[in-house]
């Protein structure tokens, strides 16, 4: 059974500065994974999704990294803003359905 | 750029009523999802919809059921609406069979129940 685990649950850094977020899975027969950004009391947002034959996706201040073999994707924010400040989510997609992991919330602070 | 609406925002019901969730996509997605999502338990799959007239359940199908009339709208159903289904409602759309497609979220409607 597919799991997906996030870490750290919560992060906060200042302004400007570059992060990581992590994304890792059990299994590793995945289509592809989806990094989501959540703010409070919203729905999610797309920001980037990597098909399982692509190693990155990027756009704008945002890259997204996926090694399948070792069950990993991380999602790198540069130059952060207070506006970045919101919940994360990674999500794969594998023989069933969507299945999520619990998120980072990243706090940026000014 | 795809928009995935949903009938409402918030919503308060009593127990034992009947309450009808509303989602629409303009993008003309086959696949149509309904997600809950609550503190410490994340997203969890309720229904979804590969084409018109066709359903499929989820991880927590329970107390739910779904309708898909119109290749656009997809309804989540609580036939008789109890205090642990109050959680926030996320509908979800997707491009074709290919499992390879993005997933396109709504708002998200709040239901409390009382």
């Known amino acids: ?110 | 750029d795809v928009k995935v609406t949903q009938s409402s925002r918030y919503l308060v019901k009593r127990t034992g009523e009947k309450v009808f969730l509303e989602c629409v996509q303009d993008m003309d997605h086959e696949n149509m999802f309904w997600y809950r999502q609550d503190p410490g338990l994340g997203l969890r799959l309720i229904y979804f919809s590969y084409d018109v007239k066709m359903k499929e359940k989820g991880d927590i199908p329970e107390g739910y059921s779904v309708s898909r009339e119109k290749k656009e709208r997809f309804s989540l159903i609580l036939e008789s609406a109890s205090t642990n289904q109050t959680s926030m409602y996320l509908c979800a759309s997707s491009l074709g069979a290919s499992r390879s497609y993005e997933q396109y979220f709504g708002p998200g409607t709040r239901l409390t129940v009382t």
Not at chain 1, 6 to 20: H, K
């Open chain 1, 1 to 110: 059974k597919q799991e997906v685990t996030q870490i750290p649950a919560a992060l906060s850094v200042p302004e400007g500065e570059n992060l990581v977020l992590n994304c890792s899975f059990t299994d590793s027969a995945i289509y592809n994974l989806q990094w989501f950004r959540q703010d409070p009391g919203k729905g999610l947002t797309s920001l980037l999704l990597i098909q399982s034959s692509q190693r990155e996706q990027t756009s704008g201040r945002l890259n997204a990294s996926l090694d399948k073999s070792s069950g990993r994707s991380t999602l790198y924010i540069a130059a952060s803003q207070p506006g970045d400040s919101a919940t994360y989510l990674c999500a794969v997609r594998g023989l069933g359905k969507l299945i999520f992991g619990q998120g980072t919330e990243l706090s940026v602070k000014p």
